[in-house]
């Protein structure tokens, strides 16, 4: 049973998982290496929390109990003493990864489990490190984790089948919808999904083929919408009509090649791309800020997770 939770690293990521698992009405101590953005992490986290009341996820009469959840502490040793789980969610390189994994064994018991949230680093080299490899893994969220039930898991090499089951078991019991990867590679499923279909959209900006404004609405209100109903796969099952997904693959799906022979392929973004992108979405952030669309963002996101909770 993971009931005493430890959120290292309190920045955007850290802090929203920190109003997870307080909503899920687990214990929840939250440390960063800078206390100001400890402090930041734990406002924003009440703040997601007071939200989530305005949004009906969270009783108003349970806000007190879920706001006493979240713990913040001041070092490593108070974040860590009876520690059953650790969401790791400090910078995304592997030398940080490392300084973090090697200061924190000193503090853990060794049936702790160590989660970290990376966007795509490999497990494997993380866990390098560590005295006690087999009880980590990759519990990659998808932003913002407090509303999006995504959470993709990454065994390393050294990981065991028993971390990776506990970690699955608890994540469903609390409404996650936990994938498991067979094999380790760069950024893990979905945000391989992403890179291709992000590179496809500022190549096609790059290319002038429509406006930033025109592409992102293609997007979203053309496959976006499907998305979050089924996967590619099953809704090229029903674009193949009675010869389902055989029939696509086959049929329609070939001239899918001229699609991919026109396409780029690189792996950098060119200067051209970046000023474009940069150039394009001014329009956007003058229109409406940033923090405003956070917020029309995740109250648009309750509503139809609710709805695909029917
Ligand atoms: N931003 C996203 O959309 C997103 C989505 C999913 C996963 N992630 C992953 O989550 C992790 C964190 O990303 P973020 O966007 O929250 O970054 P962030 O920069 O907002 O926060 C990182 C926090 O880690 C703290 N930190 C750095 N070194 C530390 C140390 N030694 N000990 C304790 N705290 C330390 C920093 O002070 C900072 O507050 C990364 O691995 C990233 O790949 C990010």
Redesign the pocket.
Known sequence: MLQNIAI?????????WATWFALQGQKTRL????QT??E??VKRAGENLRRLVDLDMLAAEDLQSALQNLQPVKT?QELLSDCDYVQ?????DYD??A??YR?IEQHLSPQAIIA??????LMSKMQEVLKHPSRSLIA????P?HLIPLVELVPGKKTSADTVTTVREFFLRFGKRPVVLNKEVPGHIANRLAAAVWREALALLDDDVASLEDIDAALCNGPGLRWALMGQHAIYDLGGGEGGYQAFIDGIGRSFTSYWEDMQTWTRIPESAREKAIAGIEPLRKKCPPEERAQWRDEKLVRLLKLLDE
């Open positions: 290292l690293g309190c920045g955007l990521i850290g802090s929203s440390y960063d290496v800078d953005a400890c930041r992490g490593l790791e969610s400090v910078r995304e940080t990864k300084e973090v200061a970290s949230s990376s966007s795509g680093l990659h969220p998808f932003n984790p």
